[in-house]
């Protein structure tokens, strides 16, 4: 709830850039590179046929993710109505009690469209879902397929309400006879999930009712009738549970062994500090849930900090037979405190959902990335497989936006991991420490270390977020995507998922593999950088633009600050230095300089600025100083 796009092209690395990569291999590890591309080209139909081109400045900003969906300015919070009907994947979400909304063909590349759903005469249009009412059982359709939306209205309290769309969610037309559940005398009563229960022929609706959920039931979409209640002394409730999902998975791919997950979210508390969800498994007989587990038993959807409001796409066809879910990537302690104009809010890539039995006998939900992305890959960067003890830095590849996934076995080590986004003074740490079996990522390096949160008071956003691995095991698998503003990890093929925002610098590239107290063996390290999918693909050794560690610098006289530069996209490599031109050369001064950075020294009171220009591209970069007595 709230209170309150694009293309495609051919593979663009020569046979010239692969040679100089490749000859860098000799350094520290081997590597070997492959080109892809024969995926991404049987998905060219499914892109927006207009897109920016790849050296426009569009979604470009600082932190601006390249393979996320973010809402071009505003506030984006839950994903609403997620939902695929006639080739199109919708994706509605909040954006100041209205319902924003895009569509896509392959899950990666988005268009925005105009607002779905605006405030009304009944108040806001808070957080719910869409489906597809196939035989017309609301009589709104004439006899033909349509959308319908139901969602939470605010006049008077919160209630349900519906609306609904002839042309494919284009546009929308609110029901006269709205709400179609009045309130019932409580505070918390939103976020509805609609879908068809097909042993029961009838529409469920699961609905938040403060720290519990509640089902209705329906024949046409607008006269509903209660049936059960779920919730009490069941799981978490350190907080209000919110924007609930309900869906059927086999378990272990066994179609004749299916099990109900109920998902809901946790509002922002102390205890975790700030917001979470959690998931149930259990039986649903189309009216009533009954969890299978101890009513003590917490199972966390994502150790993060920042995956919420997680909504799972309604009406995607059985051949295709996926439960497909994304989240909001943000918390409820800082909603819109991100450092980012003139947006607020992301969403996590989409997720593909299964549940499977792990070692002690209990079943699980599997979050794993959706194959789509695969499609995104510019090229194939595998690392040999080596030894690590101490400190490895990975020479072979280096980037912002890319996935990766790497096997690594150990005997006896203490602590081990790789840190992504690094730099001398920066990094974001995926970890293992063996002595307290503990997984984590840590962000406490990352760049932003401390925010004001949405009630104004200072909140320690460098943290580290842990969860417990099984003591014995000597091998773990991790992929990862990493992006501008985001890191999201999956392990053991998504058994444990950790979502987390970062705000490091642009340049802060690095990749190094550690250990302390032992070593481990690399059995594979696989590297992919990521085409974005706002702007066309660059074209054969083409620049989009220059980066810099910072835009905007302020020193005192006499202080020094080094300044680092990179040519994007990622796999764009230059041993060129870069020009640096200092506008007033008697307040600044560069002390020292490399391939890809100065160090400058403040030499008296005033304004510059500093031009960063490069010899394979005619876009620059400025970079304002202010110095201070």
Known sequence: ??????????????????????????????????????????????????????????????YRPQYHFSTPTGN???????????????????????????????????????????????????????????????????????LVAIYTNTEGGESQSIAYSKDNGRTWERYKGNPVIPNPGIKDFRDPKVFWHESTKKWVMVVSTNQSVTFYNSDNLIDWEFQSQFG??????????????????????????????????IGDNDETNGSTAQYFIGEFDGTQFINDNFPETILTTDFGQDFYAAQSFSDIPEQDGRRIWLGWMANWRYPYQSPTEPWKGSMSIPRQLSLKTVKDGSIKLFQEPVSEIESLRVDHIAIDSMEVEGEQSINDFSGINYEFEAVLEWENVEEFGIRVRQSDDEDTVIGVNTKENKLFLDRSRAGLDMLLD?????????????????SGEKRIKIKGFVDESSVEVFINDGEYVFTNLIYSQPTSNGIELYTKGGKIKVVSLDFYPLYSTWRERPKENEVERIVVSTEYLTLKVGENQTIHALLKPDWV?????????????????????????????????????????????????????????
């Open 1 to 62: 709830m709230e209170w309150k796009n694009r293309r495609g092209g051919e593979n663009i690395l020569t046979k010239r850039i692969l040679t100089v990569v490749l000859s860098v291999t000799l350094l520290l590890t081997g590597c070997s590179i492959n080109q892809m591309g024969k995926e991404a080209k049987n998905l060219d139909a499914l892109r927006p046929d207009k897109m920016e081109a790849a050296t426009s400045d569009y979604y470009t900003e600082l």
């Open 573 to 629: 490599k230059s041993n060129t230095p870069f020009n640096w031109d200092i506008n007033e050369q008697d307040i600044i001064e560069i002390t020292e300089s490399d391939e890809k950075s100065i160090s400058i020294k403040a030499l008296k009171a005033g304004v510059t600025n500093i031009l960063v220009k490069h010899p394979q591209t005619e876009t620059t970069r400025e970079v304002k100083v202010r110095v201070l007595e």
């Open 76 to 146: 984006l919070a839950d994903p609403n109505g997620l939902i695929y009907f006639e080739g199109e994947y919708h994706l509605f979400h909040q954006k100041n009690g209205n319902w924003a909304h895009a569509v896509s063909r392959d899950l990666m590349y988005w268009e925005h469209l105009p607002i779905a759903l605006e405030h009304d005469n009944l108040g806001q249009a808070l957080s719910g879902s869409a489906v597809v009412d196939w035989n017309d059982s609301t009589g709104f359709f004439e006899g033909k397929a349509g």
């Open 454 to 470: 949405r009630n104004g008071n200072p909140f320690l956003f460098g943290n580290s977020h842990t969860t417990t691995y099984p």
């Open 232 to 265: 009490d002394k069941e799981g978490s409730h350190v907080a209000v549970w919110e924007c609930p999902d309900l869906f059927e998975l086999p378990v272990d791919g066994d179609l004749n062994n299916q099990k109900w997950v109920l998902q809901v979210s």
